[in-house]
T-cell receptor, first 114, second 117 residues
Framework: QQQVKQSPQSLIVQKGGISIINCAYE??????FPWYQQFPGKGPALLIA?????SEKKEGRFTISFNKSAKQFSLHIMDSQPGDSATYFC?????????????FGTGTLLAVQP | DTEVTQTPKHLVMGMTNKKSLKCEQH?????MYWYKQKAKKPPELMFV???????INESVPSRFSPECPNSSLLNLHLHALQPEDSALYLC????????????????FGDGTRLSIL
């Protein structure tokens, strides 16, 4: 129940295209869903996050869509650029006596071809 | 540049050595975390400190010993490590969960790349 399932494992998109990464969870106690972007040799950087009281959040070219009833959320990267090539992790966080314990998805390696 | 600073960036040590990893943040965060990340895998939580007290230990072997000297600093003391402990060690910090806003985002450093010979 503590898992977050992420797909696809890898993704190749042409420059200017839309990248879509999907995540699913089981634990209904999760109440915070961040996405992290990680470049080689760097730590994960917070990209965008959503709480379950909204169905969509947009920041620039990045959008999270959230479906509470299906327990699914996804990241959309519009107008994908070669500089977006990185590993993306979804995550979920629950409050249950443990401070901000993040459960990560398995990651998606995105390659944007010029 | 990240607001969580980790030193050293790289560390090579033998299995009998003792070394320490350091993490510093000046964002006023009261929760700090250690994660271990193997290649092509997500970060795995090791320890959580809340208000300078250890609140979570994810059954980490005792050869890893965390320490939080003050609200801005977090150390990870290493002793008698095994080759399988070679990994990227990440530090993160966050505000404590807010009763109104809920869980708060965690901010990561760039990690220490640890190699055990």
């Amino acid at each position: 129940q503590q898992q977050v399932k992420q797909s696809p494992q890898s993704l190749i998109v042409q420059k200017g295209g839309i990248s879509i990464i999907n995540c699913a969870y089981e634990n209904t106690a999760f109440d915070y869903f961040p996405w992290y972007q990680q470049f080689p040799g760097k730590g994960p950087a917070l990209l965008i996050a959503i709480r379950p009281d909204v169905s969509e959040k947009k920041e620039g070219r990045f959008t999270i869509s959230f479906n509470k009833s299906a327990k699914q959320f996804s990241l959309h990267i519009m107008d994908s650029q070669p500089g977006d090539s990185a590993t993306y992790f979804c995550a979920a966080c629950a409050y249950g006596g443990a401070t901000n314990k993040l459960i990560f998805g398995t990651g998606t390696l995105l390659a944007v071809q010029p | 540049d990240t607001e969580v600073t980790q030193t050293p960036k790289h560390l090579v040590m033998g299995m009998t050595n003792k070394k320490s990893l350091k993490c510093e943040q000046h964002m006023g965060h009261r929760a700090m975390y250690w994660y271990k990340q193997k290649a092509k895998k997500p970060p795995e939580l090791m320890f959580v400190y809340s208000y300078e007290k250890l609140s979570i230990n994810e059954s980490v072997p005792s050869r890893f010993s965390p320490e939080c000297p003050n609200s801005s600093l977090l150390n990870l003391h290493l002793h008698a490590l095994q080759p399988e402990d070679s990994a990227l060690y990440l530090c993160a910090s966050s505000q404590e969960r807010d009763s109104y806003k809920g869980n708060q985002p965690q901010h990561f450093g760039d990690g220490t790349r640890l190699s055990i010979l």
